[in-house]
């Protein structure tokens, strides 16, 4: 069964926030909402939760996976990164942009893109999602609560609820989200930013 915690979007209640990032630390699978669409997310190294993602969105073994991080501190640790392309992470976030690095060891080779070695970066804009990383402690593994018969997003947090119902450990109800996931920038060949997919961040802020 699935448990529902309504989250207030802009004042998240810590006890809240709380049990959600127990389900994460326990291996659980969960929905929550984000500055752009809902997503579904676990705990980095919990291979059984990222199957069941995996089965619900349908997703192939070329499939780019991201990482929910709090802000850039972390990012040393998980990507690899010069000095103009940290300089443009941090010009953007948080906000609606996923980025694509070259990521280390610490990454599980799972959800690295298997013949590129990459991972995506993401620091939401988003009270829900800053305080669950903050209560958690570490990035989450994150991926747009996308279905595979389904021409946008999850955004309707009732439709998530619907939808996911007994999939997923825990939804968090934290309203609407929008339905344009974030735009997507590969910064890894070096030749600066390269636009993989156009979506709710702006492009004009990027080049």
């Known amino acids: 069964m699935t448990t529902v ?34 997503a579904l997310g676990c ?20 499939h780019q996976f991201t990482l929910l991080c709090p802000d850039l501190s972390v990012l ?4 690899k990164v010069d ?6 992470l941090k010009a953007h976030t948080p906000g609606a ?13 799972r959800l690295m893109h298997p013949k590129k070695r990459t991972i995506g970066i993401r620091v939401p804009d988003h009270p829900i999602c800053q305080a669950l990383l ?7 593994m994150t991926s747009t609560a996308h279905l595979p018969d389904d021409e ?14 007994n999939q997923v450990d825990m939804v968090i109800d934290g309203g609407f989200c929008g339905v344009t ?4 920038i590969s910064l890894v060949d070096g030749n600066g930013p390269e636009v993989i997919r156009e979506g709710a961040g702006l492009l004009d802020a990027i080049f």
């Open 5 to 38: 915690l309504h989250i207030h979007p802009e004042d998240p209640q810590p006890r809240l926030i709380s049990e959600a990032a127990k389900v994460l630390r326990q291996g659980g699978l969960i929905a929550y909402p984000t500055d752009t669409t809902y």
């Open 43 to 62: 705990g980095i190294g919990e291979k059984a939760a990222l199957d069941r993602l995996i089965r619900i969105r349908r997703l192939d073994n070329k």
């Open 76 to 79: 040393a640790l998980y990507a």
């Open 83 to 88: 000095n103009p392309d940290y300089r443009l």
């Open 97 to 109: 942009y996923t980025f694509i690095l070259q990521g280390t060891s610490e990454v599980p080779r």
């Open 134 to 140: 903050a209560e958690y402690g570490e990035p989450i």
């Open 152 to 165: 946008f997003p999850l955004t309707d947090p009732q439709d998530v609820r619907d939808f996911l119902n």
């Open 181 to 184: 996931e974030t735009t997507v």
